[in-house]
């Protein structure tokens, strides 16, 4: 099976080498039906399992439609060719050829095509180099925020965020989710919401009944999540002052005071200003906390307050608690006798 996949590859490749040849009738080359033939070969190829070969006709069913100016085309055979290298593992040169495609799809005029491209590219090497994952997921995230695909955008970022947390780039970590309260901020509005969250909404009745209820009130509902993110952020960097101010400013989020986000995020805050450690590990055991996304969730369990996080106590009150109700008021009974006959 594989030997007759092969010879059938073999027999296309040399058709379109047949239709890119000159002669004295024939000026110009055949790109157009020269492609076609390239990636009946590559898909032949492809069925062997022979992936080298197939990634070598897709690159020439490339270069054939870039020849005929028919870029989209192109772009779609580098990526092809891209996938063959992941399956034989070689996935930096796959994102190369992916990001190449991209690059194309962008120069074509068909940017989410571009977004999809970079997006998939992310996540080929996420587990092989997260700092490379990040700058695809930011770049795809950009090409959808200058197409106005707001919600797409922000899943971009999410992604972004989630890496730099788990590779404790804190300080991008920070941006990012900065980046993305300010997009959720600015969705709040009718016409993107309308775009953005009907996706979610099958039946059109439904959607003008939730038209202005959902969108802004679930937009208000993950800046306050990403809030806590941000905060939890902050502290791990040891800046408390930014914390603060990421909560300071999230009052203005129509809900947040009062809310039990708003009081655990204070308990935090007070907790670490204080250095107590105690505090803070039970506002970040709570589910509200816990039940965040997995990273966000890790920062919260490894959170440790300065100067060692011990809540400072006084050694009688260490001593009372020890001893109990009655050792307390003997105590303070002995006190009271000793001054009862005055200074002197």
Request: with cysteine; charged share 25%; net charge negative.
């Amino acid at each position: 099976m594989a030997a007759q996949k092969i010879n059938e590859a073999l027999e296309h490749i040399a058709k379109a080498e047949k239709y890119l040849k000159t002669g004295f009738l024939k000026w110009k080359p055949d790109y157009d039906s020269a492609a076609t033939e390239y990636g009946k070969a590559a898909v032949a190829f492809k069925n062997a399992k022979q992936f080298d070969q197939a990634r070598e006709a897709c690159l020439r069913e490339a270069e054939a439609h870039e020849n005929n100016k028919a870029l989209f085309h192109a772009a779609k055979a580098y990526e092809q060719a891209g996938m063959m290298l992941k399956e034989m593992q070689r996935l930096p040169e796959a994102v190369q050829l992916i990001e190449k495609a991209s690059m194309m799809y962008l120069e074509n005029g068909t940017p989410d095509t571009a977004a999809i491209a970079l997006e998939r590219a992310g996540k080929l090497i996420e587990n092989v180099s997260p700092e490379k994952a990040v700058q695809l997921y930011q770049q795809a995230a950009s090409v959808f925020e200058n197409e106005e695909r707001l919600r797409q955008a922000l899943e971009m970022l999410g992604k972004a965020s989630r890496l730099l947390v788990r590779g404790r780039r804190l300080d991008e970590a920070a941006l990012s989710l900065q980046k993305e309260k300010s997009i959720y901020k600015e969705i709040e509005n009718y016409p993107t919401c309308y775009k953005e969250i009907t996706y979610f909404i099958p039946a059109e009745e439904m959607a003008l009944l939730f038209l202005w209820i959902v969108p802004t009130h679930l937009c208000q509902y993950l800046r306050m999540i990403k809030t806590i993110a941000q905060v939890l952020v902050h502290l791990h960097r040891n800046d408390y002052v930014a914390a603060e101010r990421c909560v300071r400013e999230s009052y203005s989020i129509p809900g947040f005071n009062g809310s039990e986000d708003c009081a655990a995020l204070e308990q935090l805050l007070e907790g670490y200003d204080q250095q107590d450690q105690d505090q803070v590990s039970e506002v970040c055991n709570s589910p509200l906390f816990k039940y965040m996304d997995n990273d966000y969730a890790k920062l919260g369990l490894t959170l440790v307050v300065p100067g060692g996080g011990i809540k400072k106590k006084s050694p009688n009150a260490a001593q009372d608690k020890a001893r109990g109700p009655a050792a307390v008021g003997s105590h303070a009974d002995e006190e009271e006798d000793e001054y009862s006959g005055g200074l002197c």
